[in-house]
Antibody, heavy 117, light 109 residues
Framework: EVQLVESGGDLVQPGGSLRLSCAAS????????MNWVRQAPGKGLEWISY????????YYADSVKGRFTIFRDNAKNSLYLQMNSLRADDTAVYFC??????????WGQGTLVTVSS | EVVLTQSPATLSLSPGERATLSCRAS??????LAWYQQKPGQAPRLLIY???NRATGIPARFSGSGSGTDFTLTISSLEPEDFAVYYC???????????FGPGTKVEIK
């Protein structure tokens, strides 16, 4: 059974940093592309970052480019999101999602990031 | 950049009724469109990929159709557990990004 478990969400002050983790199990993590998707309270889904299986290709949404960094450790079956210069509008539940051919076929349960003073 | 528009924003129906949800793309996305279901407090769940293929374990009452710019998700007969928010999603090669529609809430009438 595919499992994706996010962690690292917390309350952080504006301008602060946070690192999210996503622990994967139940599938061959190293051969799949992965994504981070977020959802602000009461809002829709927003894709924010993509990383290919080998980390050779990385994309970001304009809203986080230059502030967030996606990376992975295939030996540890883990995906990460380093978030810097956090703003109030980064407040959201952050999901990691496994991707196959442009479709996100498995999702974690999400971790809440709150940016507030 | 592709923009996805979903209609209606809210659909009020009774169990047993047929639900028809629309997703329109600002430019052609071929057949590369997916549909997700999300219930409160839960992660999204993939229902349909490549416009018309049901994901593993998805009941046959869910079906997808369309290509190019106009897509439809149909729930043939609503079950109580189908009341949720539904999102469409596509991936574009340039600029490289994934886009979600704003969602359609299917609520109990």
């Amino acid at each position: 059974e595919v499992q994706l478990v996010e962690s690292g969400g917390d309350l952080v002050q504006p301008g602060g940093s946070l690192r999210l983790s996503c622990a994967a199990s139940g599938f061959a993590f190293g051969i799949y592309s992965m994504n981070w998707v977020r959802q602000a309270p009461g809002k829709g889904l927003e894709w924010i970052s993509y990383i290919s299986s080998s980390s050779g290709t990385i994309y970001y949404a304009d809203s986080v480019k230059g502030r967030f960094t996606i990376f992975r450790d295939n030996a540890k079956n883990s995906l990460y999101l380093q978030m810097n210069s956090l703003r109030a509008d980064d407040t959201a539940v952050y999901f990691c999602a496994k991707e196959v051919a442009g479709t996100m076929d498995d999702w974690g349960q999400g971790t809440l990031v709150t940016v507030s003073s | 950049e592709v923009v996805l528009t979903q209609s209606p924003a809210t659909l009020s129906l009774s169990p047993g009724e047929r639900a028809t949800l629309s997703c329109r793309a600002s430019q052609s996305v071929g057949a590369y469109l997916a549909w997700y279901q999300q219930k409160p407090g839960q992660a999204p769940r993939l229902l349909i990929y490549d416009a018309s293929n049901r994901a593993t374990g998805i009941p046959a009452r869910f079906s997808g159709s369309g290509s190019g710019t106009d897509f439809t998700l149909t729930i043939s007969s609503l079950e109580p557990e189908d009341f949720a928010v539904y999102y469409c999603q596509q991936r574009s090669n340039w600029p490289p990004r994934f886009t979600f529609g704003p969602g359609t809430k299917v609520e109990i009438k």
